[in-house]
């Protein structure tokens, strides 16, 4: 596993959605070299020094993409993940009103595999919409998939049935 160098905790409530955040800052970013089993979070806290990288990009979500990546997250019908990868590319960060990440959520789009801090738990686990996701992050702007495109992301998850 990845070792951080900046780990900021999160201050959330430990519920989801979230409560009491101020503003969502959606990020694309690579993973380090021969690290297959790479997050940025761990222990609750964050590696802020992989976002804070030249080739990062990051984008603040208005209340509509917000609206969107919640439901996205916690409210599409139920499915099984499979097992993969995870090698995340995305998070997407909770700020309260004095600037502490409060809630996250780290997405590979790979494996369709996500990560929320605090847990999601039980009853919102398997209810992510991967293809509301992608679009979400080609909206923004951070879609850091240089071998296909949303449409084509979206497209092969249809061709092999997958939620």
């Known amino acids: 596993m990845h070792k951080m160098a900046a780990p900021v905790p999160l201050t ?5 959605p979230p409560k009491n955040f101020n503003r969502v800052i959606g990020y694309s970013y690579r993973i380090p070299e021969n690290s297959p089993e790479f997050s940025i979070i761990q222990d609750s806290a964050i590696d802020m020094t992989t976002l804070r990288k030249p080739d990062v990009v990051s984008k603040e979500l208005n209340a509509e993409q917000i609206k969107k990546l ?13 097992p993969g990868c995870y090698s995340p590319h995305h998070i997407f960060l909770f700020f309260d009103g ?3 990440i409060s809630n996250a959520i780290e997405v590979c789009f790979s494996c369709s595999a996500l990560v929320a801090v605090p847990p999601t738990g039980e009853s919102f686990w398997g209810h992510e919409d991967f293809r509301a ?5 080609d909206e923004l702007g951070i879609w850091d998939n240089k071998n296909m495109s949303v449409r084509e ?9 997958l939620p």
């Open 12 to 16: 959330g409530s430990g519920t989801w």
């Open 133 to 137: 996701l992608a679009k979400l992050c």
């Open 70 to 82: 919640i439901h996205a997250t916690l409210y599409y019908p139920k499915m099984v993940g499979a």
């Open 153 to 161: 992301y979206i497209q092969l998850r249809d061709e092999n049935e």
């Open 98 to 100: 004095h600037n502490r």
